[in-house]
């Protein structure tokens, strides 16, 4: 069953798993604000839909995405777009993704950018391809990556190693690497990825819905996501907000 009332994004539907499917290729997915918008929708329709217990975004055979738009960034950084309509997307996006009730897995092919990196770390789970890329190139001009979510995977100091310093191809993240590091959960070959994504979530969800709510509750209790964030967006928001002179 698919769901094709979407610009940039596909929703197709397998049992009791949905899949987002980006779709904007012409930008290598890359997550505009309509599109971010378009997700966040979907997220909303989904939590309420009784017989979804999971979710998978994938990108495609390609690439994940390459993260936020890159002109979009590069006008707020530049004091050129608006600002404030940025930060409330953004905060909104993460939000949205943070407090989603249910199962999110990640399933990359290609390569996962930037804020797309972010979206990945923020899922519940991750699967990703053989040869895969992690990065965060947007540094280089000045963005601000998230660093809390990579904090819980990875520990303090890994953490920050990933963020400022995986602003080039040669020092991007190999899919193998962030498997060593459990920031993947099932490395695969490319062609396996969004069925071995599938097969995780089949299995997850065969346990009593409630057992899967309650940990992944207890997961965002323990590691106090919600608050943390918040108070790093505002930091974040702060600096940004003293650079640009607003």
């Given at each position: ?19 987002v ?35 998978i ?77 992690f ?54 070959e ?37 608050k ?19």
């Open positions: 069953m698919e769901n094709n009332n979407y610009q940039f994004i596909s929703l197709e539907k397998k049992g009791k798993i949905a899949i499917k980006f779709n904007r290729p012409e930008k290598k997915n890359a997550l505009s604000e309509a599109m971010r918008t378009e997700i966040i929708d979907v997220l909303d329709t989904l939590k309420e839909e009784k017989r979804v217990k999971a979710v975004f994938y990108g495609g055979e390609d690439y994940f995405s390459a993260g936020f738009d890159k002109d979009e960034v590069q006008a707020v950084v530049q004091g050129k777009g608006d600002y404030q309509q940025f930060v409330e997307s953004n905060h909104l996006f993460h939000q949205t993704i943070f407090e989603f009730p249910k199962l999110l897995i990640a399933a990359v092919n290609g390569y996962a950018l930037a804020g797309a990196f972010d979206l990945t770390i923020i899922c519940h789970l991750r699967v990703a391809s053989k040869g895969s890329l990065g965060h190139p947007e540094i280089r001009f000045g963005a601000c990556p998230l660093f809390f979510p990579y904090m819980t995977l990875v520990g303090r100091g890994k953490a920050l190693e990933i963020t400022l310093n995986t602003g080039t191809r040669e020092t991007f993240l190999t899919a193998e690497e962030a498997y060593r590091l459990n920031i993947i959960n099932k490395l695969v490319k062609g396996e990825v969004l069925n071995e994504a599938l097969n995780l979530a089949k299995k997850i969800t065969q346990s009593p819905e409630y057992v899967v709510k309650q940990l992944i509750q207890v997961n965002n209790i323990f590691f106090d996501q919600v943390t964030f918040d108070t790093e967006i505002d930091t974040i928001l702060k600096s940004m907000s003293a650079l640009l002179g607003l």
